[in-house]
């Protein structure tokens, strides 16, 4: 039985200016009750043009144009008392339903036969680390777009006397890379806000998104209840991780694990959700429907390109209506129709 565990956790490396990153290992182990440690991964650099970029600082995120080449450094950590062998390549990724997807094995797509790994293998001593590099060269004639891809190390335990189910080990880091000869372009507008009761009464809360931009999004964030009956108040709870929206693509995120003695409002609901140096805020007055249904919140202010619009129609459309009253008025003073 093969065992697949991929944590994209890491610190990334771009072309140009760097600084250097704290330590941080991502590892990954197995479920069959192997003994196996884990092996760590981390990139040594972060660019200074993405050093206030949060997500910059998990994945290999970049924009280039065609014909570039960049080199990322990384380190790879036997966390274990025994020698590992690991192998180290890039291998498909994409997003669906919402979700960065990883492809099976070396699966390739573009962006991994743009990338190379050296040394393609590394022999590790307990507790040893190592340093590799990834090159990825993009082609003159590439076309625009974004394009998803991963950098692993992989680690194979075959069976032995003891266990006869072997493992695989992968750990690694998301690569999200744009192609195009102008700027990037990153955003997203926060649509609608639900309050919703499961059948047994646990209250959550859904927020709709659209990605208007064209580049990726890993959203994430926080809601806080304010303002509730008796002027209650409701700690700050994370939204749930794991939602990828594409380029112009639309989705939800939520935040579960409310407390389901929560009373049903209303409330005046604060979210901020950010996907990198993208964030967003709506406030919305919300109440909790009974067990099993779901509430439309009345959004009261929102951040955003979307809302501004919203806004900017709605003072046209007033400037407009005060433009023809006064040529109306005019008219009537000098007597015409």
């Not at 499961?198 to 303002?227: C, F, I, M, W």
């Amino acid at each position: 039985m093969q065992q697949l565990m991929a944590v994209a956790l890491a610190v990334t490396v771009s072309a140009g200016a760097f600084f250097c990153v704290p330590a941080a290992a991502v590892s990954a182990s197995s479920d069959d009750g192997l003994d196996a440690g884990y092996i760590g991964f981390r990139l040594l650099e972060a660019p200074v043009v993405r050093r206030d970029d949060p997500r910059a600082l998990k994945y290999i995120v970049d924009h280039l144009k065609p014909g570039t080449t960049i080199e990322r450094r990384f380190e790879v950590a036997n966390q274990s008392d025994t020698g590992r062998e690991v192998k180290l390549y890039a291998a498909a990724a994409k997003i669906a339903k919402n979700r960065f997807v990883f492809a099976d094995g070396r699966t390739p797509n573009a962006l991994s036969e743009w990338t190379s790994v050296r040394p393609g293998v590394m022999v590790l001593e307990p507790w040893e680390k190592a340093e590799a590099k990834v090159t990825i060269r993009v082609p003159k004639e590439a076309a625009p777009g974004e394009r998803y891809a991963v950098v692993w190390a992989q680690n194979e335990t075959p069976p032995d006397a003891r266990h006869n189910i072997g493992s695989i080990m992968r750990v690694g880091t998301r690569v999200y890379l744009d192609i195009s000869d102008s700027g990037e372009y990153a955003d997203f507008r926060i649509t609608k806000l639900v309050a919703r009761r499961d059948k047994e009464g646990r209250p959550s809360v859904v927020a709709h998104v659209h990605n208007t931009g064209k580049r990726a999004l890993d959203l994430q964030g926080k809601l806080r209840l304010l303002d509730g009956p008796g002027g209650l108040d409701s700690p700050n709870r994370p939204v749930t991780q794991g939602t990828t929206l594409p380029p112009g693509g639309r989705g939800t995120v939520s935040v579960d694990g409310l407390d389901e003695r929560l009373p049903a409002g209303p409330w005046t609901a604060r979210l901020e959700l950010e996907s990198g140096t993208v964030k967003h805020t709506l406030s919305a007055r919300l109440t909790f429907p009974a067990p099993g249904g779901t509430s439309l919140a009345t959004i009261i202010t929102a951040s955003g390109p979307g809302f501004w619009y919203a806004s900017a129609g709605v003072l046209a459309t007033c400037g407009a209506g005060l433009s023809l009253m006064s040529y109306r008025r005019r008219r009537a003073s000098t007597g015409q129709a």
